[in-house]
């Protein structure tokens, strides 16, 4: 029998992992977590340095039967190491068809689709090289490992999988570099975006992470934000408030005694 709380599972890289950590503030999994608290269990499989294709590798050690537990949503958040240069010494770059056709195995991966669950994928953030430049420099680079227009190419691949799978993506690029004043309708491929060492550093993409590319409180509060958005909009039914708790209050006698029925029944 599977256990009583359904996943809301997170599966992603640094992060993914650093998004219960409350050292800085705001969080986006303990955010959801303390949304969906009593309704859903939220999982956070958040790997730092991880690119796509180790994802792939890991998957089916980290997913467990649905016979164990049922997971009901899916948040997919790769890219940001994918979209390394090719020749950095990070080595976590991954070209960018193996990149969507990764993403495409863990959407349409068996362990997965015994799920059925409800799936987000999340489209990586820019890349700040204002503040990024001096963590590679720390390291022993001699030049930067991530740009902006490499990161904007990742997550525009990424929209391109949700589309092609109907799977609903929040695009954390494009909800970073809205805060920006950046114009996609005026852009132009030769032109500097926001975040590249070309031009002058954006106030607001130093307000969102914190080193170039690790979200600061307020760019988890967007991507919270963003989320339960796209949630409301296709399952609105899922949203929290709409949800029953998994174990009755603990003063609703009816509640209690649909509940002791229940169990009665599944013996």
């Known amino acids: 029998m599977p256990a009583p709380y359904e996943q809301f599972f997170l599966f992603g890289d640094s992060i993914t992992q ?3 950590d409350q ?3 705001f969080g986006f999994s303990a955010a959801l977590q303390a949304a969906y608290i009593r309704r859903l269990d939220v999982v956070n499989r958040g790997f730092s340095g991880y690119n796509s294709r180790q994802a792939l590798q890991v998957l089916p050690t980290i997913v467990p039967p649905p016979d164990q537990v049922r997971i009901r949503f899916l948040a997919i958040l ?9 020749d950095a010494p990070n080595k976590q770059h991954i070209p960018l068809d193996e990149f969507t056709a990764n993403l495409e195995k863990i959407i349409t991966h068996p362990q997965i689709q015994a799920h059925n669950p409800r799936i987000v994928l999340i489209a990586p953030p820019p890349i700040n090289e204002h503040l990024w430049w001096p963590r590679d420099q ?3 680079y001699a030049s930067v490992s991530r740009v902006a227009s490499a990161t904007k190419e990742y997550a525009d ?5 949700g589309a092609r799978l109907d799977v609903p993506v929040v695009n954390m690029w494009k909800a970073f570099m809205a805060k920006t004043g950046f114009k996609m309708d005026t852009w132009e491929v030769d032109d500097p975006i926001p975040g590249s060492l ?4 954006n106030d607001a993409l130093r307000e969102l992470m914190y080193d170039g590319l690790h979200f600061t409180p307020a760019g988890y509060d967007i991507l919270y934000q963003e989320v339960m958005k796209l949630i409301a909009e296709k399952w609105p039914d899922q949203m929290p408030q709409k949800l029953p708790m998994v174990l009755p209050p603990w003063n609703d006698q009816e509640a209690w005694k649909a509940w002791e029925s229940a169990q009665a ?3």
């Open 23 to 25: 050292e800085r503030g």
């Open 78 to 86: 790769f890219g940001a190491n994918d979209s390394s240069l090719k």
């Open 157 to 161: 691949a990424v929209v391109e999988v």
């Open 265 to 267: 029944s599944s013996k």
């Open 198 to 201: 070309g031009i002058p550093q």
């Open 138 to 140: 720390s390291n022993g």
């Open 18 to 20: 650093d998004s219960f």
